[in-house]
Antibody, heavy 122, light 105 residues
Framework: EVQLVESGGGLVQPGRSLKLSCAASGFTFSNYYMAWVRQAPTKGLEWVASITNSGGSTYYRDSVKGRFTISRDNAKSTLYLQMDSLRSEDTATYYC???????????????WGQGTLVTVSS | DTVLTQSPALAVSPGERVTISCRASESVSTLMHWYQQKPGQQPTLLIYLASNLESGVPARFSGSGSGTDFTLTIDPVEADDTATYYCQQSWNDPTFGGGTKLELK
């Protein structure tokens, strides 16, 4: 069974940093393209960043470019999101997601974690 | 970015047929997908590539469309289908529609 378990969320002041983790199990992590999707309170879904299965290529939405870094440790089956220079508009539940098919980029989200809440406030 | 537009809300009675629409600001071919999100839960994939039913999803759900106009149909609607439904395109950087909240009368 595919499982994605996020951690690392919490309350952080504007301008500070936070690092999210996503522990994956139930599949061969190194074979799949992964992504982070977020949802602000009472709002819709928003793609944040993606990473290829090797970690060699990364992609970001414009509003987080230069502030967020997606990475992965295939030996630990773990996905990360380093978030720097946080802003109030980054307040959201962050979901770890997995592409449906191993080895290829498809950019839709077949599996989702339960999410971790990040609140940016002074 | 490709903008996806959905109607914000619908109300239907159990047993009825409901269609939820999604319009893209440019053609996305059939690279459109649908998700269901129940309150307090993560989204789940219902339909991929416009018309393919995800494994384990009831056959009451179906999808259609190509280019810029897409539809998610639920027939018949059941009480458990109360949720917000999102479309998402993968033609370019992923974007989601604003969601359609489905309520049962």
């Amino acid at each position: 069974e595919v499982q994605l378990v996020e951690s690392g969320g919490g309350l952080v002041q504007p301008g500070r940093s936070l690092k999210l983790s996503c522990a994956a199990s139930g599949f061969t992590f190194s074979n799949y393209y992964m992504a982070w999707v977020r949802q602000a309170p009472t709002k819709g879904l928003e793609w944040v960043a993606s990473i290829t299965n090797s970690g060699g290529s990364t992609y970001y939405r414009d509003s987080v470019k230069g502030r967020f870094t997606i990475s992965r440790d295939n030996a630990k089956s773990t996905l990360y999101l380093q978030m720097d220079s946080l802003r109030s508009e980054d307040t959201a539940t962050y979901y770890c997601t997995r592409d449906p098919t191993e080895g290829i980029v498809e950019d839709w989200f077949a599996y989702w974690g339960q999410g971790t809440l990040v609140t940016v406030s002074s | 970015d490709t903008v996806l537009t959905q109607s914000p809300a619908l109300a239907v009675s159990p047993g009825e047929r409901v269609t939820i629409s999604c319009r893209a600001s440019e053609s996305v071919s059939t690279l459109m997908h649908w998700y269901q999100q129940k309150p307090g839960q993560q989204p789940t994939l219902l339909i991929y590539l416009a018309s393919n039913l995800e494994s384990g999803v009831p056959a009451r759900f179906s999808g259609s469309g190509s280019g810029t106009d897409f539809t998610l149909t639920i027939d018949p609607v059941e009480a458990d289908d109360t949720a917000t439904y999102y479309c998402q395109q993968s033609w370019n950087d992923p974007t989601f529609g604003g969601g359609t909240k489905l309520e049962l009368k």
